[in-house]
């Protein structure tokens, strides 16, 4: 149990690392920078933090805690690539969003125990993962994680040039 | 122990996807795609490649492994910006050096037991570890698994309008 528990809380210090620096980076977007594109005709810096945030969100019923806050965010940043809708959320909207997503993830992850981390997360059936056992929550903490390291790399490029 | 093997097991796979993927993207590369930059005035991919392998390379002494393969590409690949060097080393250096790399890691990575991956790492004092217990070898597994994909992230854009 002690043991489990440090591989736990390694986990989570990963990902509230890439998640302070994330923050420190889209939260410091102007209106104005906020529309840049990562390089030339690729996605702007909103999709990308639109997309982590929409992929955020579906942790919390991937991870057994509740229910979706922004499920309309995955027309605009999921199932779609960028400047192909209409309209798509504001900076404004996902800059709220995006705190509001984390936050509940945290609080979330305060209150699961060792043996909830090994437990199916919800996308797997059980028959599935009784083949499988890696097949739960805390591969999707290791995998998220990752994810917003990827895209993370990506706005980097976006922002080089600026100060 | 049961348990916390799991844990490993995790962390290893997911390291070990994200190997995959890069060496389906920088081994695919021909001579001329490996001098490319990942956007305009950016980094060439060979660059990245470098660093990644350099980086990994380090992971080898940091985690009682074995004596570093190539401290020689800390010139070329970490100490100094791309572009800065009047040689470094070639695209079939920097292949092989990779596959050498990754192939020791792994090896090392499957004679390491549950207790050793919470030893602290090389670069950190036993009086420093005694006041911060997660700075141990796992904690180097996530953190070289995120820098991963973080410069995989910069590199597929180097490759988005490839066939």
């Known amino acids: 149990m002690g043991n489990e528990s440090s591989y736990i809380a390694l986990g989570l210090k990963v990902w509230k690392t890439q998640i302070d620096r994330a923050d420190k980076l889209f939260g410091s977007l102007s209106s104005e920078e906020v529309l840049r594109e990562i390089a030339p005709g690729r996605n702007r810096l909103l999709y990308l933090w639109g997309h982590l945030t929409a992929t955020h969100d579906a942790m ?15 027309v605009a940043f999921i199932a779609n690539p960028d400047k192909s809708q209409a309209t798509i959320p504001s900076h404004e909207q996902v800059h709220r969003a995006w ?9 979330g992850f305060e209150r699961m125990s060792s043996s909830e981390w090994l437990q199916r997360h919800s996308a797997v059936s059980e028959e599935d993962f009784s083949k499988d056992a890696s097949r739960n ?8 994680t990752n994810h917003l390291s990827y895209h993370f790399g990506q706005a980097v490029l976006g922002l080089k040039d600026r100060a």
Chains 1, 2 share one sequence.
């Open 60 to 74: 919390l019923p991937l991870l057994g805690l509740r229910d979706r806050l922004h499920p309309e965010f995955d």
């Open 137 to 144: 929550r805390f591969s999707i903490l290791l995998s998220r």
């Open 99 to 107: 705190n509001a997503v984390n936050g509940e993830l945290q609080k």
